[in-house]
């Protein structure tokens, strides 16, 4: 009994220093890493006339992972010396949140950039700790963005030409979408050259996969013919459930060589990663995860550099 009370203070103790002593770092200088935290100042660029590879990261599913890999991929690219552009499209901010960027009432967020044309890419556009990696951040303004788009027209086209000006800066553009296919998702498919489908391995992932793939068919009819499927990416993944291995044969049965080869297995450092507002990679670079998503970009760089 009171060996039980003392691991659970214990664990109380270890959690609230785990956030909060990285609140006395805040401000800090940045000092150089050593080992294998070291951040790869390398510049790897993709060519000019690939650029930018624009990903939306969509799945009307909700918590099928579609924040956690647009954080994460990215940060795995930046880590190998891309540069790279985050579009938080979703008005929880949870990939802003991510990288510990939140939009105070008086700062301006994506919505200013789809519905102010004279709001300017660098007043909203936020870098991280990860040289290379810029984000547009989210605010729960964005919620309304969809209804005052639908009253303008070619409302569809508003991502497309916020980022005109801005988008040879960056090798990939990926963007993360709301769990709807709504008018902000449709925006970012009017503007993306690829999607990537996060699916979650478990019983319910199929459900409205019909029609997603019939939403990227009329997008691809109506708006923009170069729209592609990059890849279906299993995520949530554990091995050690019967159920998920069998869904993972099925998906890789139907869609073959759509599917990533490339499996995010289940990890806690996943949900412990966004509580420090950090990317898994710089969270905890030795992690399984973290190799998840290093073997991910390095699959999507394959990808769309032997396409081409
Ligand atoms: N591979 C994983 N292992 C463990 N937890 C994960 C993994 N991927 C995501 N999660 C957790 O599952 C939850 C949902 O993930 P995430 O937010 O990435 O999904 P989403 O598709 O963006 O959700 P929404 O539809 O609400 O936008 C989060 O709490 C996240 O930390
Ligand atoms: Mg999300």
């Not at 019983?203 to 009819?221: P, S």
Request: hydrophobic content about 40%; aromatic content about 8%; some cysteine.
């Amino acid at each position: 009994m009171f060996e039980t009370k003392g691991q659970e203070t214990a664990t109380v103790i270890k959690k609230k220093s785990w956030l909060g002593l990285k609140e006395l770092f805040f401000g800090m200088p940045a000092i150089g890493q050593n080992g294998h935290t070291a951040i790869d100042e390398k510049e790897t660029r993709l060519p000019v006339y690939l650029r930018p590879v624009a990903v939306s990261i969509m799945n009307q599913k909700g918590g099928c992972g579609k924040t956690t890999t647009a954080v994460n991929l990215s940060a795995a690219l930046a880590m190998k010396g891309y540069r790279v552009l985050v579009v938080d499209m979703d008005p929880q901010a949870h990939a802003s949140l991510g990288f510990g960027i939140t939009v105070e009432e008086f700062r301006r967020s994506v919505y200013d950039l789809l519905i102010d044309p004279e709001a300017k890419f660098g007043d909203v556009m936020r870098s991280t700790s990860i040289p290379g990696l810029d984000v547009l951040p989210s605010s729960i303004r964005l919620s309304s963005a969809q209804l005052e788009l639908a009253n303008v027209p070619r409302g569809e086209t508003a991502l497309k030409r916020s980022l005109k000006q801005v988008e040879k800066e960056y090798d990939f553009i990926l963007i993360d979408c709301p769990p709807t296919l709504n008018l902000l998702t449709l925006n970012t498919l009017a503007y993306a050259s690829k999607i990537l489908v996060p699916i979650q391995t478990h019983y319910y992932a199929m459900e409205g996969m019909k029609e997603l793939f019939r939403t990227i068919e009329a997008v691809r009819n109506r708006f923009n013919p170069k729209l592609e499927v990059l890849g279906i990416l299993a995520t949530l993944y554990d091995r050690r459930v019967g159920v998920a291995a069998e869904m993972l044969e099925a998906l890789r049965g139907y869609f073959q060589s759509r599917m990533f080869e490339t499996v995010i297995n289940s990890s806690a450092k996943l949900i412990e990663a966004p509580m420090v507002h950090e990317p898994v990679i710089s969270y905890a670079p030795r992690s399984g995860a973290a190799e998840d998503f290093n073997r991910l970009a390095t699959e999507v760089v394959n990808l769309v550099t032997k396409e081409n």
